[in-house]
Every structure is written in C-alpha cells, then in structure tokens.
C-alpha cells in the first residue's frame, strides 16, 4: 500500500510561481513514473507532466516551458516547479502514481488559483 500526500499549492497572482509536492511512503517505490494531472472546473481532467524513477520527464504543451518535474528518490518525494502562472492554471492538482503492473495510486489533489 502506498500513500501519497501533496502539498503546496494556493492563491496567486498571474505570472507568479508556486511549488507543489507529493510525497510517497508505505512502500519501496521501485520502477515508477509519477503523473502530474489537473482538472479545471466544469472539465475533465487532464495530463500535465511526468516525470521516471530515472528523471526523464515529459510536458503537455499547455505547460511546456513553464512547469518543471522533480523528484528527490531518497525523500520519496516529487516536485512540480510552476512559473509564470496563468488563470487558465487555475484547478485542482492530483499526482498519480504508476509502477505497472503494480496498482495505481493518486494523492488527494491541492487547489491552485491563478487570479488575473
């Protein structure tokens, strides 16, 4: 069983910046790939950025250049760096956890909002 917790996230201004985490623990995370998705209000949710066990990382256009995935292996913990935030930003952020074949788990979602 693995928990993820998040944190970070909150109020802020166009063009500002915001760090969220997600913290894995219960288990050895082994070969993963950590999912980073968003859901704005009234819309599905969708993939923003992942990063590998090994540090490859990869962005959704909306986010590319803008929002940068790490990840410390030895806190068992992800980052995404968010910069030049926009209001379009604006909605609930989850990490999701995927060690196929392995079950998937999703942390609890932190709210961020852009104002204009």
């Known amino acids: 069983q693995v928990q993820l917790v998040q944190s970070g996230g909150g109020l802020v201004q166009a063009g500002g910046s915001l760090r969220l985490s997600c913290r894995a623990s219960g288990s050895t995370l082994g070969i993963n790939v950590m999912n980073w998705y968003r859901q704005a209000p009234g819309k599905q949710r969708e993939w923003i950025a992942a990063?590998?066990?090994?540090?490859?990382?990869s962005y959704a256009d909306s986010v590319k250049g803008r929002f940068t995935s790490s990840r410390d292996n030895a806190k068992n913990t992800v980052y995404l760096q968010m910069n030049s935030l926009k209001p379009e930003d604006t909605g609930v952020y989850y990490c999701?956890?995927?060690?196929?074949?392995?079950?998937?788990?999703w942390g609890q979602g932190t709210q961020v909002t852009v104002s204009s």
């Open positions: 990063i590998t066990s090994g540090g490859s990382t």
């Open positions: 999701h956890l995927r060690r196929a074949p392995l079950p998937d788990y």
